[in-house]
């Protein structure tokens, strides 16, 4: 299912399924059918149809919500290998101590929102009629070392804009994975007809607002003494890339 598809439902007890589903990530199927009160031969057809239509994945007996956002891709430099791929809902614990590295040095407002909106919802993708958003992560050796996250408003006048994020881990910046993580956020973005994406940081995180400059960004606005950092009024820079 793409992104840009709201989902759409035959029967009642297939929207059941998948609100459960998207709400919480990923679901054992024998727990969904429990907790909606099916009778089996109507809770498989619901999912039948969910599953022909590209709403849901079954990977042996967890269900989660199926988002068509790209492959794998693997990259490597004199001393890294490493891989670019969407998240899903295993990476969970690896995103938030990655975010969570990295805000711990850099002021990242917007991100640090981003984890505390996982730990509530405990789910790494959403796809619904409100909201949808998707992440990529930057992975060595299987584990999280950086990620971006695109958050793609569904209400008809702000479907052609996102809000991005991005990170790396102190260990691992200053190779080219965060350059990497954006243009593979920018490319699915452009690829789904979205015309701009948005990132807003704090005027203090001049490393990050001198990373995404060199990357063809432009600052589009400047709210002043829009965060509260310490005991001071610190403005916010929107950044802006535009298709």
């Known amino acids: 299912m ?12 297939g929207e059941e399924i998948y609100r459960y589903v998207e709400r919480h990530g990923t679901a054992a199927r024998h727990r969904v059918r429990e907790v909606t009160s099916l009778d089996p031969d109507e809770f498989q057809d619901a999912l039948s149809e969910l599953k022909e239509r590209g709403y849901l994945e079954d990977d042996g007996g967890t269900l989660q919500i199926a ?77 999280v070392v950086g990620w971006v996250h695109l958050d793609l408003p569904q209400l008809d006048k ?39 994406v948005y990132n807003s940081v704090p005027i203090t995180n001049d490393e990050a607002i001198a990373f995404l400059e060199s990357r063809g960004w432009e600052t589009e606005g400047v709210r002043k003494e829009h965060y509260t950092i310490g005991d001071e009024f610190v403005d916010e820079v929107m950044l802006a890339y535009a298709f």
């Open 67 to 143: 988002l068509d956002v790209g492959s794998v891709e693997a990259y490597s430099t004199d001393d890294l290998e490493y891989v670019i791929r969407p998240a899903g809902q295993s990476d969970f614990d690896g995103l938030i101590d990655t975010i969570r590295d990295v805000t711990a040095e850099d002021t990242y407002i917007v991100a640090e929102s981003i984890a505390e909106q996982l730990l509530y919802e405990d789910a790494v993708n959403r796809h619904n009629a409100a909201e949808s958003r998707v992440f990529f992560v930057a992975t060595v050796d299987g584990e």
């Open 158 to 196: 702000l479907q052609s804009t996102a809000q991005l994020t991005v990170g790396v881990r102190r260990d691992y910046q200053r190779r080219g994975i965060g350059g990497k993580l954006v243009d593979r956020a920018l490319g699915w973005a452009e690829a789904n007809g979205y015309r701009k």
């Open 2 to 13: 793409e992104t840009s598809e709201r989902p759409t439902f035959e029967t009642e007890a």
